[in-house]
């Protein structure tokens, strides 16, 4: 079963920057798309951005001009580099890898999730 690892997580002053990291434990294999989730306390989980195996990428407009995601499809690893953090950016981030399988359903799989605290 495919697993994720995600690193990078930490504590940051507001205005600093962190870089998250995603990477399957095991062999690689196709996908459809790569991102980042994040979950703030007593919150939903929310999109923060996306990459397709095509290279399309969707910011959330909360973190437009701020992060950026990108992606190895050979490698299955998606980075997030986080700049300007802010107070609000804190919570768990979690990495997600949409892949297709054999019967032509699409799968997703999940990371354990990082914590980021922005401090003001």
């Known amino acids: 079963q495919v697993q994720l690892v995600e690193s990078g997580g930490g504590l940051v002053q507001a205005g600093g920057s962190l870089r998250l990291s995603c990477a399957p434990s095991?062999?690689?294999?196709?996908?459809?798309?790569m991102g980042w989730y994040r979950q703030a306390p007593g919150k939903q989980r929310e999109l923060v951005a996306s990459?397709?195996?095509?290279?399309?990428?969707n910011y959330a407009d909360s973190v437009k001009g701020r992060f950026t995601i990108s992606g190895d499809n050979a490698r299955n690893t998606v980075h997030l580099q986080m700049n300007s953090l802010k107070p609000e950016d804190t919570a768990l981030y979690y990495c997600?890898?949409?892949?297709?399988?054999?019967?032509?359903?699409?799968?997703?799989?999940w990371g354990q999730g990082t914590l980021v605290t922005v401090s003001s």
């Open positions: 095991g062999s690689t294999f196709s996908i459809n798309s």
């Open positions: 997600n890898i949409n892949y297709p399988t054999t019967t032509g359903r699409n799968q997703e799989v």
């Open positions: 990459i397709t195996n095509r290279g399309r990428v």
